[in-house]
C-alpha cells in the first residue's frame, strides 16, 4: 500500500477496488485529442480510475475519506459502475494491525455508490455497518438529496448504502473542522452536496478535490466530467481552489487517480515538483 508521511498524519491508500469507465464522459466536451495526451484509454476508450479510500491517522486517531466500491455489487451493478475489482479495505486494514472497528472517523466528500459503497456490508442476509463505531460526516445538502434524489442523481444514491448506518451520520452545512488540521468544505458542483477536504499542517496544506477533480489529468477548471450534475459549480470551484493552491504551494491528493497519489505543481500548474505515484498492476493493455 502507499503511504505518504505529512508531518504528523500518516496517509495511507487502501484497496477500494477499480473501475474502468468512459473516457469520453470522464472528460465531458474536452476532446479525446487533448485529453487521452494527459490520460491513456484502452481501445474500448475506458480509462482506468481506482476508488481507494484515503486512511489518515493523526493525534492516535483513524480517518477514512470515502469508503471504496465494497465487494457486495450484482452483477448488473458491476457491469454498470464498469468495477472490475471490488474492495478489500479489512485486508489493507489488517496489514495496519487496525480492523473496521477502529476506524473513528469516515469523511464522506459525497453519496455516489463508487464512493459509498463500502459504508456497509452483508452479514446474515442483512446489510450492516462496515464502520461500526465511525462518525460519518457528509454534507447535510448531500445527505437531503442522497433521500430525495432527482431524476438524475437516483441511480447513483443506493438505499443499501445509507440506510443502516444513519444512527452514525453527523452533517455540516459549508464548513466543518472535523479534528484541528482537517476540515471539510461544501462545494457542490459534482453533486449537489459535494464536498472537498484539507490537510493543514505546520503551514502546509494538502487538498482532497475529491471529484470536481478525480486525477492529475483534471486540473483545468474547464475539464469537467459529463457525470457532474452541477458543471458549472464544479467549474468555478475548482478554479478558486486550484488557483489558490497553485499560488500557496499547495498539493493535492487522489482517491480516482491511476497513476498518481498525490502530486504538487509549481506556480504555473505546468511543471510537477513533488509526486507521490500510485504502485500499480497494469489493467489496460
Do not use: C
Not at 134 to 152: D, G, L, T
Not at 157 to 167: C, L, M, R
Not at 248 to 263: T, V, W
Request: proline share 4%; no cysteine; hydrophobic share 40%.
Amino acid at each position: 500500500m502507499d503511504q505518504y508521511k505529512f508531518h504528523d498524519m500518516t496517509l495511507t491508500w487502501l484497496n477500494g477496488g477499480v473501475t474502468l469507465l468512459d473516457g469520453g464522459a470522464m472528460f465531458g466536451v474536452v476532446p479525446k485529442a487533448l485529453w487521452s495526451k494527459r490520460y491513456p484509454a484502452d481501445e474500448l476508450n475506458r480509462i482506468e480510475l481506482s476508488t481507494d479510500p484515503i486512511l489518515i491517522q493523526y493525534e492516535g486517531k483513524n480517518l477514512l475519506i470515502d469508503s471504496g466500491v465494497g465487494n457486495r455489487m450484482n452483477d448488473k451493478q458491476l457491469r454498470n459502475n464498469g468495477v472490475i475489482q471490488q474492495s478489500h479495505l479489512e485486508d489493507s486494514l489488517a496489514v495496519l494491525g487496525l480492523l473496521t472497528e477502529d476506524i473513528d472517523y469516515v469523511l464522506m466528500t459525497h453519496m455516489h455508490a463508487d464512493h459509498a459503497s463500502g459504508l456497509t456490508k452483508v452479514e446474515n442476509d442483512e446489510f450492516v455497518s462496515t464502520f461500526p463505531n465511525a462518525k460519518i460526516f457528509v454534507s447535510a445538502i448531500e445527505w437531503n438529496e442522497m433521500r430525495n434524489p432527482n431524476i438524475r442523481s437516483r441511480n447513483t444514491y443506493w438505499i443499501e448504502n445509507w440506510e443502516t448506518i444513519q444512527p452514525q451520520v453527523e452533517t455540516f452545512e459549508e464548513e466543518l473542522e472535523v479534528i484541528p488540521g482537517i476540515r471539510m468544505f461544501h462545494t457542490g458542483g459534482h453533486s449537489n452536496g459535494h464536498s472537498v477536504i484539507k490537510l493543514q499542517q505546520n503551514g502546509e496544506t494538502i487538498v482532497h478535490m475529491a471529484d470536481i477533480m478525480p486525477t492529475h489529468a483534471h486540473q483545468n477548471p474547464l475539464w469537467v466530467l459529463a457525470y457532474d450534475d452541477y458543471p458549472m459549480d464544479s467549474i468555478f470551484a475548482k478554479e478558486t481552489l486550484v488557483s489558490e493552491a497553485l499560488k500557496e504551494g499547495h498539493a493535492f491528493i487522489f482517491y480516482h487517480d491511476a497513476y498518481y497519489r498525490l502530486i504538487k505543481w509549481d506556480e504555473t500548474g505546468k511543471q510537477v515538483i513533488e509526486k507521490l505515484e500510485r504502485t500499480r498492476e497494469e489493467i489496460l493493455s
